[in-house]
Each structure stands twice: as C-alpha cells, then as structure tokens.
C-alpha cells in the first residue's frame, strides 16, 4: 500500500481512538501471534471462501452469502471464531461433508474499537467426526462498514453514477466478510456479484476484460491469498489494454490519460519477471479510481487499486505502479505472518520499486526517489518511539492502520540496500529471486526470514555481514552507524542553485528547470531559503508556472510554500489544487500550513467547507482532526 503513513500516523490515531488515556505501558509479545485477530487458527483454518452479494447502492449495503470452507486442525474443537466488523447476521448454516447444513447458534462474545466484534458460531450437533466444514453465513454490511466506501455520483470523475470500492488492509476485509481476518491464513475464494445493470464489478480475481455488461459477474482467485487483499469495486468502468497481459480499468474520462501514463506497465512486470522470476497471477491490470480515493495506491493482487492523482501527463509520477506491481513478489507472494511484520512486505517493495525505476527509467530518477525516500524515513524515525524505530518490533504495536510508516518502508528499502551493496547485485539478486520461491504463497515472520537470510547468504560468503547486523536492523531502534546514505547529484545541484538564486548569485533565466525530473523540482521549491521576497516568489510563478503545472507533486510542494509563505498571488490558484484533489497527501498539508500561517485559520476552513463534499470521508476526518489539534 502507498499511504504515505507519516501523515496517517499523526492523524488516525486522533481520529480512532475512542479512548483518551495516556498509552499503556508497551509489553513484550509473543511474536508469532497475530493479536489484531479473534480467530482461533489454531483449532479452524479457513481454505476457501465463495461469496454471492448484491451491491445496493440505495442502503449502501452489500448483503448476501458467504460460504467458508473450513478445516478442523483441532479434533475436539466445537466452536469457531471469526472476525467481523459492523456486520448484520440473518442467520447461520454448517455442514459436513453431506447434506445442506443444519443451523448454527452464534454470538458475539467479544468487542474491541480496533478489532471488532468476535462472532463465535458453536458448531451443531452431529459434526463431531467431520473434519471438513462448510459454514454457510447469511448476512450484510453496514453502511459505516470500514472497508468500503460508496461514492455518490458527485464524487467520480463522470458525476453520472455512483461507485463503489473496498480497502480491507489492514484489518477492515471483517467488515464486509464475516472471515479468519488475519495475514496468517491463506485463502483462495469465488464470488458472485449483483450490481446494477449498466454498471461493472471487478475483484482482486481473475476479471475478463471482455466481460459483457450484464449486471451479475463471476470471479475466481485460484491462487491463495491473505484476506487484506480481498478487493472489490463497482462503478461505470470500463477497460483499454496496455500490454500482453496488462491494461487499465477506470472511468470512461479517465481511460485514455490513463493508458497513455501507465504505458510502461507492462515493461515493468517484464522487467520485475527478469530479475525476480516468475509474475504468478496472471493479468496485471491497474483500476484508477475517483479522484476523491483518499490514498495512493493498494496493491490488490492482478488488480491493483490505483489514485487518479498520478496522472502527470508526463509519466513522472509512476513509482507508484513499480511499488503496487512489485507486491506482486513482496507482500502478496510472500506475506507478512502479522502486522508486526509489515516491513518484509513494504521494505522489501519499497526496495523492489527502485530497482525496477532504475532499469526503466534510469539511474538519476532512481537515486532521487531513494534521496526523498531517506529524508522521510529520517523526518519519521523522529516522530515515533524507540522501541517503535525496530523494523520487526519485539514489543506490542498499536493499530495496524495507524502504526504504519516510514520504519517499515524506507527503513527495510535500506536495510535491503546495504545488503545489496555489501553482496553485490549478482549475489543479492539471485537471492531475493530464491526467497521469493521458497515462500511462495506463504506468509512468514520477520525471524523466518532472519533464518533464512543467515543460511542462504550470510553463511555463505561468511566475513561479509553478519547476522548481528542484520538483527541490530531488525530490533534496534534507528539506524546502523555503517547504514547507506543514498546521494543523488541531480537533487544536490537543484538545492545549491535554489540557494545561489535566493542570495542573488545566478539569473532565474539560468535555472535549467525545464529540463529537470519533477522530483529535482519538488526538491528545489523545499531548499527556497524562509525569508524570500514577495517580488522573488512572483519572479519564480512567472518563470516556472508553478501554480498552473499539471504535476499533483510540484502543485502540493507549491502551495504548501504559498500557504505558508502567505504569497495572495497564488491563492487563487491554490484554492483550485484544493478543489481539484482529494487525495489527502496532496490537501492536507496545504490546509495546515494555511491554518499555520498566522492570519489565514478561519479561511482555511471556509475553504475546507466549500470542497468537503468532494472529499472521501477518511480525508474529511483527517483534515478536521488536524485544524482540531492547532485549536
Ligand atoms: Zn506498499
């Protein structure tokens, strides 16, 4: 997932705790456990789901059934747990291996902010020696249901028909499957979708691209897949190619700018095939939702879920697609065991991202993206505990959706970096490619990986590195004193020449600034010196048009200077970013630095209230958490 958790970190954990105290005192925790689940793994493990759910637009409402194939691992086992989340239950069947069922009694036995609601389903009379179970639920969700979002027509880019999507990471898929909702347990499901009849659904499945328009559609999801990564969406989509087994689902507005952005996708799974082996699922195809879809990217496997607000127009903001598609190996090949251990599935990602940005777009774009990926891990490292700076944390973590950030993504891109420098690409890649293999459709723990990092490269060239180092990246806060610092000459000199500027000492002709990455430009606007004057910031505007560019990056570094500077020119423009966006990394920080600024509080919230509407419910709670906490 691309959530840019900085920012979500601040602000979840204001806008979901229900509960003021300070922060318990962190514990040591068995680290094979899965605490953000009520399931008992131990004694049930789920093998298969098929569901078969009417989409209702009107009630926001999916209702339906969903079937759970279950094996018994525990003989004397009677009764199941399940994770759900705001569900209504109409009623529950269980079967063995004949007959249709008889009814379950259930209840729920247990309550919790973060988790849910345990719904435990005591298993019927008769099934004693069955080790194989079908249980059968009856139910539907609620319209507050977490993990999905239903977007009145205002809200798509079209503004002529509702859409609807999902987002289960990390823990929200309980609420619209009643399900085992932890990474540990791999599932492969089916699924049956009513929607209305000009509309389309797509999964995380294997969807046709020549699927007629029919109002009922059928998936299958042959390979296992942890439940974060159950997706679903319904809206007026419809499909262009890209590639041999590439191509983009999106709104009819949105399907020719999409397809000309993400041009490169298919290169980029060849690519990713050749140095890490095998592309496992089939398509790849990318859905680009509304522009209110309040994150980056989520990296729903053959369908990855993607924000509208990457579409530069010149393909400089594609990072994302290389993040989501290399899931493909890290994070949906090979899990993470808990959410304690989401730094094998991101870390490593993040790292797979710049590789694959180098081969396709070359070495300076990478080492910039990896520059800008260290001054956030350095800014994150110093907003979160000590014991939190650990990439696979030995004591409790908090929320899964809040504890996320740039520990497990930039901290575990580096730690992958040294390894790399230290064994060498020839090495470390063949490596990676090897362990990719070895836990196919698996989902392992942070100490499986130590293992087998120790025996198949460690051990191997000993004297290189040790597995003290690695464990002091695992469980040590900050960083190691030998850690690489990724150095980019382009982004050097955009910061030098925005000083020399600044003091005078070079004509704003002379700034090459046409023929830089966009990146070198985002890095140029954040080195302008604090004290510049009002005839320099419009120099700038004219030259560059900054407040005109079409790239969502450059326009949310801008208008954050704009609003924090107080530079009026610009605020019409501003206003227009504000209004144009809803994605919260590119908003939420200009909203702030309005409110910031010393004479602008009260119109940072007129302007808040003009566009809320067009913004996703997250992004709503997100800004109006953030004015609260400057009150
Ligand atoms: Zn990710």
């Keep these: 997932m691309r959530v840019f958790a900085l920012l979500f970190a601040t602000f979840m954990v204001v806008a979901c705790s229900k509960n003021e105290d300070p922060a318990p005192q962190k514990e ?33 409402e999916l209702r339906g059934l969903a079937r759970l194939k279950m094996r018994r691992l525990d003989p004397a086992a009677t009764n199941i747990i399940l994770d759900t989340r705001d569900l209504h239950i109409d009623g529950i069947l269980v079967a063995g291996s004949e007959g249709d069922g008889s009814e379950a ?3 729920y036995v247990q309550e919790d902010p973060v988790l849910g609601q345990a719904l435990k389903i005591t298993l019927p009379d008769g099934l004693e020696q069955e080790q194989d179970l079908l249980v059968k639920i009856f139910y539907k969700t609620d319209p507050r249901a977490s993990a999905l979002q239903w977007l009145p027509k205002e809200l798509t880019a079209g503004g002529k028909y509702p859409f609807m999507f999902s987002q289960s990471q990390s823990i929200h898929a309980r609420s619209w499957v009643p399900l085992q909702d932890t990474p540990s347990v791999r599932i492969t499901y089916e699924a049956t979708i009513h929607t209305p009849s000009n509309l389309l659904a797509v999964m995380s499945a294997d969807n046709d691209p ?27 989509i419809y499909f262009a190619p890209i590639g041999e087994i590439t191509g983009i689902y999106a709104e009819p507005e949105m399907l020719d700018a999409s397809t000309f952005e993400f041009a490169s996708t298919q290169q980029m799974v060849d690519t990713a095939e050749s140095i890490y082996g095998p592309y496992r699922w089939g398509r790849y195809d990318l859905l680009i939702l509304p522009p209110s879809f309040p994150f980056g990217g989520m990296e729903n496997p053959r369908l990855s879920f993607i924000t509208p607000s990457i579409l530069a127009g010149d393909q400089s903001l594609v990072s994302m697609i290389a993040h989501e598609l290399t899931h493909s190996w890290s994070g949906n090949l090979v899990s993470n065991k808990t959410w304690r251990d989401i730094w094998l599935n991101e870390g490593t990602t993040s790292y797979l991202e710049a590789r694959l940005m180098e081969v396709l777009f070359g070495k300076d774009r990478a080492d910039e993206e990896r520059v800008l990926s260290y001054r956030e891990l350095l800014l994150g490292l110093e907003e979160v505990s000590p014991e939190m700076q650990a990439l696979a944390p030995l004591e409790s973590v908090d929320d899964p959706d809040e504890s996320q950030g740039s520990v497990h993504y930039q901290k575990g891109q580096l730690f992958l970096q040294h390894m790399e420098i230290i064994f060498g690409r020839e090495t470390f890649d063949p490596f990676l490619s090897a362990y990719f293999n070895h836990f196919a459709f698996q989902s392992i723990s942070s100490e499986q990986f ?22 002091e990246w695992l469980y040590q806060p900050g960083l190691p004193s030998d850690a690489p610092i990724p150095q980019s000459a382009t982004l050097e000199k955009s910061a030098r020449l925005a000083g020399s500027w600044a003091a005078g000492e070079v004509d704003v002709n002379d700034i090459p600034l046409s023929s830089w990455s966009p990146h070198a430009i985002v890095h140029f606007i954040n080195n302008l010196p604090v004290d510049l004057s009002e005839a320099q910031l419009d120099e700038l505007d004219d030259d560059f048009g900054f407040s005109q560019t079409h790239n969502a990056e450059i326009g949310r570094t801008w208008f954050i200077q704009v609003a924090s500077r107080r530079h009026l020119p610009a605020y019409e423009a501003m206003e227009a970013h504000l209004n144009r966006h809803g994605r919260t990394r590119l908003i939420y920080p200009v909203y702030m630095a309005l409110a910031k600024n010393g004479s602008d509080a009260e119109l940072a919230r007129t302007l808040f209230d003009d566009a809320k509407n067009r913004y996703h419910p997250l992004t709503v709670m997100a800004i109006e958490s953030g004015f609260k906490e400057l009150e």
Excluded at 210 to 236: D, K, W
Excluded at 450 to 471: H, I, V
Aim: negative net charge.
């Design 28 to 60: 040591a925790i068995d680290i094979t456990h899965d605490y953000f689940s009520f399931a008992n793994t131990d004694q049930f493990v789920t093998e298969h789901i098929q569901l078969d759910l009417t989409v209702d637009f009107d009630l926001k």
């Design 450 to 471: 130590l293992d087998y990092l120790d025996q198949n490269l460690l051990q191997k060239q000993p004297g290189k590195f040790s597995r003290e180092q690695a464990e």
């Design 210 to 236: 020549l699927t007629p328009r029919s109002g009922e559609y059928h998936f299958n999801m042959p390979q296992p897949i942890p439940s974060y990564l159950l997706a679903i969406a319904v809206g007026n």
């Design 105 to 107: 009694a259930y209840e």
